[in-house]
């Protein structure tokens, strides 16, 4: 026999178990609804009133086309205060402000059989005494009675309306915390918020934000001391959700925004559209402890109660506008005094810029006196009078790198100053700019190795900024180790250059090493041979290192020494690498000098008897430097004077010059000025300029150089260095008023150009095509001289004494005689410097002169090998190679240097 079906529950039981709403429902008379009595209810209707009702899950059942309700306390308590009364209503009637959102869904699954599930559906209810807007996620499904067919609509449902409200305000808060704006910009900064916020004004459907003036003092932060604005009260500077010129531009205090009319700012808001009734005012304060800021006005969604979690949100978008406030005042404080900073920085260049000119011009005024008595009187000052101005020498060579030192690193933090980069011997530069320091060494009793054998592949590096990365990191090692010995190594890696100078010195302590690096910094308690210097040398180089893209780092133990290690990638050339390279051998050069008692030059000879003289018009602001420029130039040219640009253009108009001597800074017009002015006028345009500049480095040469200037010299210069480049750029410029016009004019170089060379031999130590054999006969010599001398820079003034007492007895032509000098001076400086582990600490000097040329021979005992002679390129080469015929060769007893030059 089949089961039996279940007996539908009586109207005694029915109800039972059902909470308070079954007992609500079972005292209700049905009698009165649509639906009728119980006793009369269809056995499908109280099996679903008695699901409905033992559900903890909120549920809902319409029974009949009057949509009778039937509902449990989990619904209940949904509907807020429309419960009791729906019991047995029209749900029509009951959700009628909701029924537009529910008419559809329910009607669908009535008539199609089909359930319906819409997540997060905005329901607008009337539970709590306003029309609140509700999110519920519902299923609707068919009812059907004893014969089959649809008779009412099951509901299941739950609220999500503070997942939906939490979930909508934080992408608020996102929103606005990203708004962006200028940094440095409180206004702007909450401009932008206010625009984020009027994106989805839902749950803020207006907000204003008053400041108080703050006058960037008093930030100390974290917050503003006092009132953090100017006591004048607080002033609108953004709103959003209604025009701004409805709210008041100014308020004496936050509380004062208290007394605002919502009615008076007439717009409407919330997802319904209602009209807003509350707003609330929000101070902003600057943290905890803060001042106060201003403050934040914000209007009520209409459709929300205030309760505590909107209460919360509002003060998290307080916060957040608070924040951005003090976040944009703090940047603009620090902006403030970063540019404040940049200021005094440029203040400082610019300092530095003008007093290079003050400190420049004396050190010439002093250096160049000095070397000229030193080098024409020595032998007849007493030994007394001698030494003291040899120490004023030397100290104003160190005054001249010290202020090298400041100008270098000035430009440097002023971003005038980078690296180029050219193909570069570094192993070869490396061991040649070590060398230069070997005699310091040996004098303080140290043992100075270099280790620096050839690279596997080719560097590009600055080689001006190499050379003072070396002989920095290599005289502090001099500077600061007393017994021992200093280790120089160059190695190449598979990503760069590595460079090692290693000392047994008196080490650095471990607190120290941070600060080793910083410039002016000097350990309180470090030994040292001198305390002399400014504390930039080893800030200097950091700083060139890093223009290369490398690093410099240092390991030191106290008593034991230390290793101060650079790594640099090989680069790559710059795109002005020739141009740049010949710039950066001038300036390697001269910086070589500063380390040398006498560089070995000489004033050139007076002008023959009945020679033709040139005009040079000498323009400087300086009176001692025009008189000490009169004094140099005279011997040879007629001199004329000016104190400035202007009136040099008037000098010039009332007697053309033939070339045109100029200082760079001057008043009215300086030297850049003077020279446009000169280059624009046919009259003058080939008129040759060499100018005279404060301003040392490559970037200055190129700068003078590009500006059409035939010459550009620093100061302080060498008095023949000067009168060499004069004479050289007359003999270019009248070389080239002599040339055919079909042929093109010299370039304008910084040095007279070289001559042709004959190509080299294998031989890397040979300048020239290989000597001729021993056996070949020297010419006849009416005159001959052997001399030795020490090694030491000392040599050779006296050595230059010699030479121009031998090519004066002999009648040399005075030319000759001067670039013999030139030549011969430099191959013994060469010697001097970089013949390691001789045999004897002395040089040789031959000189033979004959009735057809002049043959000088210079010898050391040393060896070479760990170096490109220096005579390969920049001063070297043109002193040399530039005047007479020039070979070296090399050999395990030495080095010698042969000069051979044809008499007219």
């Known amino acids: 026999m089949p089961a039996e079906e279940p007996a539908a529950p009586s109207g005694a039981d029915l109800f039972s178990g059902g909470g308070e709403n079954g007992r609500l429902m079972a005292a209700l008379d049905w009698s009165r609804t649509p639906i009728g009595p119980v006793s009369a209810w269809p056995a499908s209707l109280r099996f679903a009133v008695r699901t409905v009702l033992a559900s903890r899950f909120p549920m809902i059942l319409t029974w009949g086309p009057e949509y009778t309700q039937i509902y449990n306390d989990a619904y209940a308590q949904l509907i807020g205060a429309k ?25 669908h699954a009535i008539a199609t059989r089909e359930p319906s599930w819409i997540p997060q559906l905005l329901l607008p209810l009337e539970r709590a005494g306003y029309r609140e807007e509700a999110y519920f996620t519902v299923s609707h499904a068919p009812a059907f009675g004893d014969d089959g067919e649809v008779a009412g609509m099951h509901a299941v449902c739950t609220e999500v309306t503070r997942q939906v409200l939490a979930e909508r305000r934080q992408e608020l808060l996102r929103r606005v915390a990203s708004s962006g704006g200028r940094l440095d910009d409180d206004a702007a900064v909450v401009r932008a918020m206010c625009a984020a916020i009027d994106e989805e004004a839902v749950d803020v459907p207006l907000a204003a934000v008053w ?16 009132e953090g604005f100017d006591g004048e009260g607080f002033d609108l500077v953004a709103a959003c959700g209604c025009e701004q010129d409805r709210l008041p531009a100014t308020v004496p205090s936050a509380a004062a925004l208290e007394d605002l009319r919502v009615g008076d700012l007439g717009a409407r808001g919330g997802p319904l559209g209602d009209p807003v009734t509350e707003l609330v005012v929000l101070p902003l304060t600057a943290g905890t402890g803060g001042g106060h800021l201003g403050a934040l006005v914000v209007r009520v969604n209409p459709n929300r109660a205030l309760d505590a979690e909107y209460r919360s949100f509002h003060e998290l978008l307080a916060g957040q506008v608070a924040g951005a406030v003090v976040n944009a005042r703090a940047y603009a404080a620090e902006r403030s005094r970063a540019e404040s900073l940049a200021e005094l920085d440029r203040a400082k260049t610019a300092f530095f810029s003008d007093v290079s000119h003050e400190l420049r011009t004396p050190v010439t005024l002093l250096l160049g006196p000095l070397a000229d008595v030193l080098a024409d009187s020595a032998d007849r000052l007493p030994a007394d009078v001698r030494d003291r101005l040899v120490l004023a020498q030397r100290n104003g060579h160190r005054l001249r790198r010290l202020v090298d030192d400041l100008l270098d690193f000035a430009s440097i933090e002023a971003g005038r100053t980078g690296a180029v980069r050219v193909a570069t011997d570094v192993a070869a530069l490396t ?5 230069v320091l070997r005699a310091a060494a040996e004098r303080a009793g140290l043992q100075l190795t270099v280790d620096s054998p050839p690279l596997a592949r080719t560097a590009y590096v600055d080689p001006r900024m190499w050379e003072k990365i070396v002989l920095n990191l290599v005289s502090n090692a001099v500077k600061y180790t007393f017994v021992g010995s200093i280790a120089v190594a160059l190695r190449g890696a598979d990503d760069g250059l590595v460079l090692q100078v290693s000392d047994t010195g008196v080490g650095i302590p471990a607190d120290e090493l941070p600060h080793v690096f910083e410039r002016f910094h000097r350990g309180s308690d470090s030994r040292a041979r001198s305390r002399e210097g400014t504390g930039l040398g080893l800030a200097l180089v950091a700083e060139l290192v890093a223009l290369h893209g490398g690093e410099v780092t240092v390991a030191s133990e106290p008593g034991v020494g230390s290793t101060f290690t650079v790594r640099v990638p090989y680069g790559r050339p710059d795109a002005d690498g020739t141009g740049a390279s010949e710039a950066s051998d001038a300036a390697r050069a001269s910086a070589l000098t500063p380390w040398d008692d006498d560089p070995g030059w000489s004033d050139a ?13 000498v323009v400087d602001d300086n009176a001692d430097m025009r008189a000490y420029l ?18 040099a253009l008037r000098e010039i108009a009332r007697s053309h010059p033939d070339l045109v001597l100029t200082d760079v800074m001057m008043p009215v017009l300086d030297g850049f000025e003077l020279l446009r002015a000169l280059r624009g006028d046919p009259a003058t345009r080939d008129l040759p300029v060499v100018m005279l500049t404060a301003r040392a480095g490559q970037e200055a040469a190129v700068e003078g150089l590009d500006a059409g200037a035939d010459d550009y010299l620093p100061k302080p210069f060498e008095s023949a260095e000067l009168v060499a480049r004069v004479r050289a750029v007359l003999d270019r410029a009248a070389g080239t008023r002599s040339e055919p016009a079909a042929e093109a004019p010299a370039p304008p170089v910084d040095t007279a150009p070289a001559p042709t060379v004959a190509p080299r031999p294998r031989d890397p130590m040979s300048l020239a095509p290989a000597p001729r054999p021993e056996s070949t006969p020297p010419p006849p010599a009416d005159r001959s001289e052997r001399w030795r001398f020490p090694s030491t820079s ?3 003034p006296a050595l230059r004494r010699r030479l121009r007492a031998l090519f004066e007895s002999a009648g040399l032509d005075e030319d000759l005689a001067y670039d013999l000098l030139l030549a011969t001076c430099e191959a013994a400086t060469n010697a001097i410097e970089h013949a390691q582990d001789p045999t004897e600490p ?31 390129r920049g001063r070297g080469s043109m002193l040399m190679s530039a005047f007479a015929e020039v070979t070296a060769t090399p050999s395990p007893e030495g080095t010698t240097v042969v000069i051979r030059a044809r008499r007219a």
């Open 83 to 107: 419960h009791p009364g729906a019991i047995g209503d029209d749900l029509r009637i009951t959700l009628a402000e909701g029924w537009s959102a529910l008419q559809g869904p329910v009607e």
């Open 431 to 435: 061991a040649e700019l070590a060398g």
């Open 211 to 226: 400041l108080g003036r703050s006058d960037g003092e008093g930030f100390d932060g974290e917050g503003f001391d006092g």
């Open 842 to 872: 002395v040089i040789e000097v031959a000189v033979a002169v004959g009735d057809d040329d002049v043959v000088v021979t210079v010898r050391d005992s040393g060896h070479w090998r760990e170096r490109v002679p220096s005579m390969d």
């Open 630 to 647: 009169t004094r140099l130039l005279s011997p040879h040219h007629d001199v004329r004077t000016a104190g400035d640009g202007e009136e």
């Open 605 to 617: 000879p007076a002008a023959a008897p009945g020679e033709p003289r040139t005009a040079v018009l």
């Open 794 to 796: 000392a040599s050779i």
